[in-house]
């Protein structure tokens, strides 16, 4: 007999289960293969990042990277001095960005953990970023989501995302959050629209919602058209939103 649910931790993990068992993907197997032509394999950070520090909105802090991957963010924010911590489930994405942060003599913290066990401090960070990690994140996931970001930022703090863009040219399912259970699938990672993220982050200001601009091969940034980019900012505690 299979266990009972009893908690929401409990049903989140059976969640979790009812769409694993319909996947083969493993991150560890994505990244063991390093010499593909995956653009963000490339040891850029996103424009929008770039972006953010010449319009002197972001100029130094803590930072909290999720899903970092091999972690050209992560090392960009710390080329600009900022401390960060760095966070990934696969194995091999970290070993990949800890060998590259050494040649580069870069200091990141990585933190091998799925984000959902991660124990962090309450208001620690001036920064969450996300490129590409959210929109592998199960609907049911999304609160938890949510609370995590809540948890980890300062008020005043920014979050900054890069994610599938709905029907976009490099994916973004359009499925429904009712049709991932059905079909026991996210179709390679969900694709969101202004609209949606609007509504979901909608505790935060909103500072810009855009497409990822189309960087030139001599830009040194990653920037491709199918995905969406944002960033919002958690409001300070004396103006809540009701
Ligand atoms: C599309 S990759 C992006 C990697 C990196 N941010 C980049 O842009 O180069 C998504 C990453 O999210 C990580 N990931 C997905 N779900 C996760 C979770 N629940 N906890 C931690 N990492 C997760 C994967 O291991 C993978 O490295």
Not at 7 to 24: A, N, Y
Not at 47 to 74: D, H, M, Q, W
Not at 174 to 197: A, C, H, N, P
Not at 223 to 235: D, E, H, S, T
């Amino acid at each position: 007999m299979g266990k009972a649910i009893c908690s929401v931790k409990d049903l989140l993990s059976m969640l979790d289960e009812l769409l694993k068992e319909e996947s083969t993907f493993s991150w560890d197997e994505f990244y063991s293969k390093r010499d593909r032509n995956v653009p963000f394999f490339r040891n850029f950070p996103d424009e929008n990042l770039v972006g953010y520090f010449k319009k002197g909105l972001l100029t130094s802090g803590i930072a909290l990277e999720l899903g970092c991957g091999p972690g050209r963010n992560a090392f960009f924010l710390a080329q600009q001095g900022w401390k960060v911590d760095a966070v990934d489930a696969s194995h091999e994405a970290l070993e990949w960005g800890m060998e590259r942060a050494r040649n580069q003599k870069i200091d990141v913290n990585f933190i091998q953990s799925n984000i959902f066990e991660l124990d962090v401090a309450d208001g620690n960070y001036d920064l969450v970023y996300d490129s590409g990690c959210f929109h592998h994140i199960p609907p049911h996931r999304r609160m938890s989501y949510l609370e995590l970001i809540d948890k980890a930022l300062k008020p005043g703090g920014y979050f900054g995302l890069t994610c599938f863009v709905e029907g976009g040219e490099l994916g973004g399912s359009s499925i429904s959050d009712l049709e991932v259970y059905k079909l026991r699938t996210m179709q390679g990672g969900l694709g969101f629209t202004e609209e949606k993220l609007r509504h979901i982050f909608r505790d935060y200001e909103v500072i810009e919602i855009r497409r990822m601009r189309q960087a030139t091969e001599d830009e040194r940034v990653f920037g491709v058209n199918g995905l969406l980019i944002a960033l919002f900012r958690k409001r300070n505690a004396a103006h809540p939103t009701i």
